[in-house]
């Protein structure tokens, strides 16, 4: 049996449509559009491309968008008080400051100060605190997890009491994932093992799951006797194993490989996410739906 592919860019798409058509309707029912404004320090290439996507899906679903780009010599009390200008401006629902940041400037200092209401990256601890208390309590889901639990969901695999087994445990996906799928409530209430350089028997573990979220940074970590026949297998991994050249665009471009040995997974698992093209689209898109939801908040709707 070959797996059903959980496909990211076909789920961002339609998500997509849906902030698209409710931003339309906040602003005829009540004049305003979510405003994301996005820091960039520097001219680090991938953090510029990054910038450049975030602002283009904005743009796209009908946001107010500042581009914000400041010089790598900034001093961090100026950028404190950027952040305190975007803090106090009411048609801000969102503020990102693309990482990583210049070695001079302290990142925690910096996320820190970000208003807990508009911090759609979700990564203030005021927020990883409300991630953790659950339920209602819960304001911004960090982007890629909330990503995760959506494709999840929209595939309409089972998650109540599902085994679910992540692999990796870092503040930006394991451990905010694990915590997500263990809460009370729809598209969760799962049992949750979470596995990492630590563990003893990493394959054992692995083979219990019934939902196998793998986000280790390891190319091929997961072999295909590891995985749970029918299962569901979530690969978040994206590692550089060489280079190509583009067919499209003429120009070389990275190969990128997952955590999950694919070709061999792709025959055992029920379900399975594509690296690329799986988890990776999205991330910008639950950054635009964090954005969306700071702006209901406010408006109370
Ligand atoms: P990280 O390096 O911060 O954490 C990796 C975790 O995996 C660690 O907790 C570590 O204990 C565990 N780990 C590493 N090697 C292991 C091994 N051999 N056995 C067991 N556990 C092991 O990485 P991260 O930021 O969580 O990212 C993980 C992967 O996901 C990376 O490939 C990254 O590029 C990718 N990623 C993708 C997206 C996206 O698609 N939008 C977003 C974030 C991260």
Redesign the pocket.
């Known amino acids: 049996m070959t797996a059903t592919l959980i496909k990211g860019t076909e789920i961002r798409e339609k998500i997509l449509e849906e902030i698209t058509a409710e931003v339309a309707d906040i602003k005829e029912k009540h004049g305003k559009v979510p405003g994301l404004v996005t820091i960039l320090v520097g001219e680090n290439p991938a953090s510029i491309s990054y910038v450049t996507l975030k602002i283009k899906t904005a743009h796209r679903v009908g946001f107010k968008e500042i581009q914000d780009n400041q010089s790598p010599d900034i001093a961090e009390s100026d950028l404190l008080a950027l952040i305190e200008k975007y803090n106090n401006d009411e048609s801000i629902n969102g503020i990102l400051v693309q990482l990583p940041l210049p070695k001079h400037i302290d990142e925690k200092k910096i996320l820190n100060a970000i208003d807990p209401d508009k911090d759609v990256d979700g990564f203030h601890p005021v927020n990883v605190g409300r991630l953790m208390i659950g339920g209602n309590e819960v304001k911004f889901p960090p982007c890629?997890p909330a990503?995760i639990q959506e494709m999840i969901v929209r595939a309409g695999v089972e998650t109540k009491g599902a085994e679910v087994v992540v692999?990796?445990?870092?503040?930006?996906?394991?451990k905010p994932i694990a915590n997500m799928m263990l809460q009370k409530g729809p598209g969760a209430n799962a049992t949750v093992t979470v596995?990492?350089?630590?563990?003893k028997d990493?394959a054992a573990h692995c083979k219990r799951a019934d939902i196998l979220i793998v986000?280790?940074?390891?190319p091929g970590?997961v072999k295909p006797e590891w995985i749970k026949p029918g299962s569901c297998v979530i690969d978040?991994?994206?590692?550089r194993v060489g280079e190509k050249i583009s067919e499209k665009t003429g120009k070389k471009i990275a190969i990128l490989r997952g955590?999950v040995d694919f070709d061999a997974a792709i025959e055992i698992a029920g379900f399975i996410t594509p690296v690329p093209g799986g988890?990776?689209p999205?991330?910008i898109t639950m950054l635009m739906q964090n954005t969306l939801k700071s702006l209901k908040y406010k408006l109370g709707i």
């Open positions: 890629t990503g692999v990796g445990r870092s503040n930006i996906v394991g596995v990492h350089t630590g563990t990493l986000a280790a940074g390891v970590l978040v991994g994206v590692n955590d988890v990776g999205m991330t």
